[in-house]
């Protein structure tokens, strides 16, 4: 079956570090993937898309990267603060044609303590 | 407004009455889409318009469900007969591109049925 599978629902790290969330795919050949934030009681809010052929994708402390071969796109958070917490979620195109909907994971919840 | 906009903020039914949420997208954006969301959950895809075109309802969980946006942009989606389980946050989203667009979503709209 067709699956987004986002590492874990809650993590947590300390002020400074470097989060790192996981998210994989199964039985999908998408095109491209997305990246989204949301706070509570929010909407989800885009962060960064990257394609099939790149292999990373950058933006201020954000660094993305998509594994075709793995089916795992990993996205990193450098120097992190208090106000990166949030929910993150991935999100891929998942039929690899024009014009199909985004199918989004589960996401994962971020938690910065100072 | 320079955002997705979303009616009603919140809504309150008995079970069997019809409901109707209203999106209105930003302006210009050739895209549309209807996701719902669960508490600790993921947006869960239910249907998705370019332009005025329905291109794909598979995510509508059953016949009760409906969706249009007649002229492009103003989109309804309608729930007949409501019963308990359709309680839900139910999000639009649009984007400026068919294909590989960032989603812009609204606030949503809370649904509760009793």
């Known amino acids: 079956s067709q699956k987004i599978e986002q590492n874990s629902e809650a993590l947590n790290i300390q002020e400074g570090k470097t989060a790192t969330l996981t998210c994989n795919y199964t039985n999908y050949s998408p095109a491209y993937l997305q990246w989204y934030r949301q706070d509570p009681g929010r909407g989800p809010v885009f962060l960064l898309l990257i394609r099939e052929n790149e292999k990373e994708k950058r933006k201020e402390r954000l660094k993305v990267t998509f594994d075709t071969t793995l089916k795992q796109s990993l996205f990193h958070i450098t120097a992190s603060q208090p106000a990166d917490s949030a929910t993150y979620l991935c999100a891929l195109d998942p039929a690899n044609q024009a014009g199909t909907a985004l199918i989004f994971g589960k996401g994962t919840t971020l938690s910065v303590s100072s | 407004g320079a955002g997705v906009s979303q009616s009603p903020r919140y809504k309150v039914t008995k079970r069997g009455q019809d409901v109707a949420l209203r999106c209105d997208p930003i302006?210009?954006?050739?895209?549309l889409y209807w996701y719902r969301q669960a508490l600790g959950q993921g947006p869960e895809f239910l249907t998705y318009?370019?332009?005025?075109?329905?291109?794909?309802k598979s995510g509508l969980p059953n016949d009760r469900f409906s969706a249009e946006r007649p002229e492009g942009s103003i989109s309804t989606l309608t729930i007949q007969r409501t019963e308990q389980r359709d309680s839900a946050m139910y999000r639009c989203?649009?984007?400026?591109?068919?294909?590989?667009?960032?989603?812009?979503f609204g606030e949503g709209s809370r649904l509760t049925v009793l």
């Open positions: 302006s210009g954006h050739v895209s």
């Open positions: 318009f370019n332009y005025e075109a329905q291109q794909d």
């Open positions: 989203a649009s984007s400026l591109v068919a294909t590989a667009g960032e989603l812009f």
